[in-house]
């Protein structure tokens, strides 16, 4: 098939896919078949193994280490109800390639969105300015690289249609306003994306993917005696259809609904350094922003980190084990393959209290003289990858949750948090706690409010002294990690654990109301 301009592809997929946006009664995006059989970029825009070695050696022109094409199409789209009548409802094609090449620690970048040969010829040549040397060679054959499959789609998969959502948003709706008189306003969305992504490597690699990916959510505000209370909950990642179920719909209906409710109860805790605990699940985002960012490995190459000449060294009990995981099935931050071409894997960062390992992209690996992690990972092809987290969680210990509360004595427990700051050369953090308990006398007794967590994510981590056997992972989809003006869905995990000191800012007065 001849290349198509992306002006005219889109032209015609917004034809295609446009009413869907809008009408519930039709189907979505037919134009993004996604049959298991593969090469969908040779089979829509002709990109064939030859024409992407031309690419690759035009990037290597000039010279440079290595080079790689990452081709994507994106088609994502949302609805929105707002008290049971639809208020939101559009979509968003992202089509282009982005050719990188390397030199070092440098990078040459182009990218462009006609997938002309001329177009990307042009992009390549970009690319190949970072050096002004012989040109490097490059592989005269690919191999298809072998990867998992870790969010099955079934052959014909063309994302969600838009029929499909608007039942589901209603039962949300209603399911809200049925669990208590005090919801005064629903809102819930749908929001859903399909990927497919082409990359190919100078060094002779090539491997396709397709990536569904979304979430349902709810939001409520409560009223009770003239006050106003919120809470959001999500459900998601790299699902289809099937994932969202009734069983889906009440916990993420319930949820929001409980923990709005629970709120009008809730007192602010003292103020001060005390015993924290953390519950289990959601949780884990501390450990991604306080922690997990400090042992990606290109804070640690430019000596950016904490943990940068922590390797083979202890930052944590023996019983502590840290792993960042691109292998469990559905997660919104499991990968098949990363975005240079490495398969998705198993990472341990710290065993048995030992730091082992830092998250690697291509140049981190290098740069130490290790493979790398399959942590290269990139917002999409207008952008180059970097080392980022895929699914970061801490295993569980050999306590029953209730004993590891009893041991804190008097403290908080934190069920989830939100606004987050982290410093990650430092690792000082702060964090908003939306939902938690007070714990007293080894209990759990109110629901807290307006709290704030303060610490330093290394001596949180060395301030870990036990840890329950309860590991849970977050099944949200909403979650984006930011990081140098990009965004990538993870996920976390955490089981109930407690720290023996971090900075609580609350009230002086122990258990004022708010």
């Known amino acids: 098939m001849r290349p198509i301009p992306r002006r005219k592809f889109i032209y015609g997929t917004a034809l295609a896919g446009g009413g869907l946006l809008l009408l519930p009664n039709l189907n979505a995006c037919k134009f993004a078949d996604t049959r298991a059989s593969g090469n969908y970029f040779l089979r829509e825009f002709g990109i064939d193994e030859a024409l992407c070695q031309r690419l690759l050696a035009k990037a290597l022109s000039r010279g440079g280490d290595f080079a790689d094409l990452y081709f994507e199409f994106t088609v994502s789209n949302y609805l929105g109800l707002e008290d049971g009548k639809v208020n939101q409802s559009y979509g968003d094609i992202s089509l282009g390639v982005g050719i990188r ?35 490097t060679p490059v592989s005269t054959s690919f191999s298809k ?13 063309n994302g969600i249609p838009v029929e499909s959502k608007l ?30 992504i082409l990359i190919a490597t100078s060094d ?28 959001f909950w999500n459900l998601g990642g790299h699902r289809d259809l099937s994932f969202y179920t009734d069983e889906v719909i009440n916990e993420v209906s319930s949820k929001t609904v409980n923990n709005a409710l629970k709120l009008f109860d809730a007192v602010q805790p003292p103020a001060g350094e005390m015993p924290v605990i953390l519950g289990p699940g959601v949780t884990g985002v501390l450990l991604h922003e306080a922690i997990g960012h400090g042992m990606e490995a290109d804070f640690n190459r430019k000596k950016i980190s904490t943990y940068s000449t922590l390797l083979g060294k202890k930052v944590a009990e023996p019983f502590v084990n840290i792993i960042d995981d691109g292998t469990i099935p559905g997660l919104a931050g499991s990968i098949n393959v990363d975005d240079e071409g490495t398969p998705g894997q198993k990472t341990i960062l710290v065993e048995n209290g030992i730091l082992r390992s830092y998250l690697h992209d291509k ?5 130490y003289g290790v493979e790398p992690t399959g942590n290269g990972r990139r917002q999409d092809f207008q952008n180059y990858p970097i080392p980022r987290m895929r699914n970061t969680y801490m295993l569980g210990g050999n306590y029953a949750p209730e004993d590891v509360i009893k041991a804190a004595g008097n403290g908080i427990y934190v069920e989830d948090v939100s606004n987050g700051q982290v410093k990650i050369g430092e690792g000082d953090f702060a964090f908003y706690v939306s939902q938690g308990r007070l714990i007293e006398n080894g209990k759990l007794t109110s629901p807290i409010k307006d709290v704030n967590i303060m610490g330093n994510g290394p001596k949180m981590l060395a301030n870990i002294t036990m840890a329950a056997n309860d590991l849970e992972m977050s099944r949200g989809g909403a979650g984006q990690c930011g990081k140098n003006g990009q965004g990538a869905p993870v996920s976390f995990g955490m089981p109930t654990c407690l720290v023996k000191s971090l900075t609580v800012g609350g009230t002086q007065q122990k258990g004022g109301r708010s």
């Open 101 to 135: 090449t390397v030199k070092g620690e440098q990078i040459g970048y182009g990218l462009t969105q006609e997938l002309t040969e001329e177009s990307m010829m042009s992009a390549a040549a970009t690319a190949s300015t970072l050096c002004d040397e012989r040109m």
């Open 167 to 196: 039942p589901l948003l209603q039962s949300i709706n209603q399911k809200c306003f049925s669990l208590s008189p005090e919801i005064v306003k629903v809102n819930a969305g749908f929001q859903n994306s399909t990927k497919r």
């Open 145 to 157: 690289q072998q990867i998992g499959d870790y969010y099955p789609v079934a052959a014909g998969f």
């Open 363 to 367: 140049i981190s690996a290098k740069y």
């Open 204 to 231: 002779g690699v090539i491997a396709e993917d397709i990536l569904p990916a979304g979430f349902i959510y709810s939001s409520v505000v409560a009223e009770r005696n003239g006050k106003r209370e919120q809470s």
